[in-house]
């Protein structure tokens, strides 16, 4: 009984249950790692860049940029672990039953998303080994797929929100709307009753 109660405590905490105005917890962990990958990037870019040109290396060094990349990847990485975790949460709430289409649009965004996290992962590996923390050139390559992923998974999450209301339609004022307010027949993935 006690392991029950633990394990549904924290499944509703990781649904973001907690307090009089519950929320989802995902929205809030995405932000960083969603910073963190184009910064890291854009540092790569910057920083070929800067070696391609050697006028321009008189004034400024690709050295920092090559650091601030590799660093900024791991911070992405660790940042990455919570929005995972809660972004699993989130999946496994979301109703197959009430909601088929909303869970075939979460699949693809947990697949994009671990798909950059691979790449930002094979990417560090790859640098930490390097002089300098530079890239190889398929590391840009890969790291410019994996953004690209990162945008087109972010605008899923989007379309999850706002047009099936994955997490919102299960808490707080939105709950209520689904019963009798203007998104009374709207497709949801509100949990079951318990």
Do not use: C
Not at 57 to 66: D, I, K
Request: aromatic share 12%.
């Amino acid at each position: 009984m006690a392991a029950t109660s633990i394990t549904k405590r924290v499944w509703t905490t990781l649904l973001g249950n907690v307090g009089d105005n519950p929320h989802p917890l995902h929205p809030m962990m995405v932000h960083i790692p969603f910073t963190l990958y184009p910064l890291s990037f854009g540092a790569d870019v910057a920083a070929v860049f800067l070696d391609r040109f050697p006028p321009i290396t008189q004034f400024l060094t690709s050295r920092g940029l090559y650091a601030f990349s590799y660093y900024t990847g791991i911070g992405a990485l660790v940042a990455t672990i919570p929005a995972a975790i809660t972004g699993f949460a989130e999946l496994f709430a979301i109703s197959k039953e009430r909601s088929p289409e909303a869970r075939n649009v979460a699949w693809w965004h947990a697949g994009l998303n671990i798909s950059a996290a691979l790449i930002a992962l094979f990417n560090t590996l790859t640098k930490r080994t390097t002089v300098d923390f530079s890239p190889y050139n398929f590391n840009i390559l890969l790291s410019a797929f994996g953004l690209g992923g990162v945008f087109y998974s972010s605008y899923l999450g989007g379309t999850m929100v706002y047009k099936y209301g994955v997490g919102v339609r299960r808490m707080g004022e939105g709950k209520k709307m689904i019963a009798d307010g203007p998104n009374k027949g709207v497709k949801s993935e509100i949990l079951r009753e318990e």
